[in-house]
């Protein structure tokens, strides 16, 4: 690298990888409608309070950064992973998610409870006031102006400002397809560093923790398992032996199913905020 990294603009980098692989912005980045689609159709799968596996080894990462008796600001709930943790852990929950589905979802839960309030906008237009710790995890996909973003996050957090994010590394069997059979692999095209980076230029230096995580898909056929296990090929076409040798070393036969255990990680991001009068832009 023969320049520094202090002129490389992270959240043009950011802005470039929210296109697919062919260049195209997804019609779910910009199209509101279909985004609220998705979300509607994901809460009527939801059964009651269900979250995923590995929120609770983040959630108590995060809560480390939390102090006690204080408000909280939620950036895009969804279905709740994080949310039905900090209201135990916090006075006051403030929850923004620009899908009326998922508030709809969550508000079933809190009908009663005065302390959670409720905000129907997206990140980058809600009207909010500042809280002690303001926290977001995995909701960053649709956000362009990612610098604006981290920065309102840094002017409304009074104590801490809190991101999480899983990462990498992909499913390692598309790695085997990518370098041992040549196929154009669907690697993410937007991660933590970027965020990290941004916060750098910003003047924000942040902590960043890294979490190990293991993800078990179970399947029961072979079919079933070569079907959501092919997704990520971005070849029109691909050989089925091909994906049956690259998977032959990360499946195993437990009680009938067919099991591929994933090893993953996430991103803990957080900063105490500061007062930035001066944005330098590279």
């Known amino acids: 690298m023969k320049r520094s990294p202090l002129h490389i603009d992270f959240e043009q980098l950011w802005k470039e990888g929210m296109h697919d692989w062919h260049g195209n ?31 609770k080894p983040i959630y108590a990462k995060i809560r480390q950064h939390i102090p006690d008796n204080v408000t909280c600001l939620e950036i895009g709930p969804g279905w709740g992973n994080y949310t039905f943790p900090l209201r135990e852990d916090v006075k006051k929950l403030t929850l923004v998610d620009g899908s009326e589905s998922v508030l709809r979802y969550l508000q079933q839960y809190f009908m009663e409870d005065q302390a959670v309030r409720f905000v129907h906008a997206k990140w980058e237009e809600a009207q909010l006031e500042p809280h002690d710790i303001v926290v977001g995890v995995n909701c960053y996909y649709r956000i362009y102006e990612m610098n604006a973003a981290l920065l309102k996050m840094n002017k409304l957090a009074k104590k801490r400002a809190i991101i999480g994010l899983t990462t990498g590394p992909i499913q390692p069997h598309y790695v085997i397809l990518d370098q041992q059979f040549g196929y154009e692999i669907k690697y993410p095209r937007r991660d933590y560093i970027e965020i990290v980076n941004m916060l ?38 691909f050989r089925l032996d091909d994906l049956k040798a690259a ?36």
């Open 25 to 55: 912005m997804p019609e779910r980045m910009t199209n509101d409608e279909l985004e609220e689609a998705f979300w509607t159709q994901s809460m009527q799968k939801k059964s009651y309070r269900q979250t995923d596996a590995h929120a």
């Open 200 to 237: 750098y230029q910003l003047g924000i230096y942040a902590d960043c923790e890294m979490l190990p995580l293991e993800r078990t898909y179970r399947y029961n056929s072979y079919e079933a398992l070569y079907e959501a296990q092919s997704k990520k090929i971005l070849n029109d076409t």
């Open 247 to 282: 998977l032959t070393n990360f499946i195993t036969e437990e009680n009938g199913q067919i099991v591929y255990r994933h090893k993953f990680y996430a991103a803990i991001i957080s900063w105490e905020p500061i007062n930035i009068e001066n944005v330098s832009q590279f």
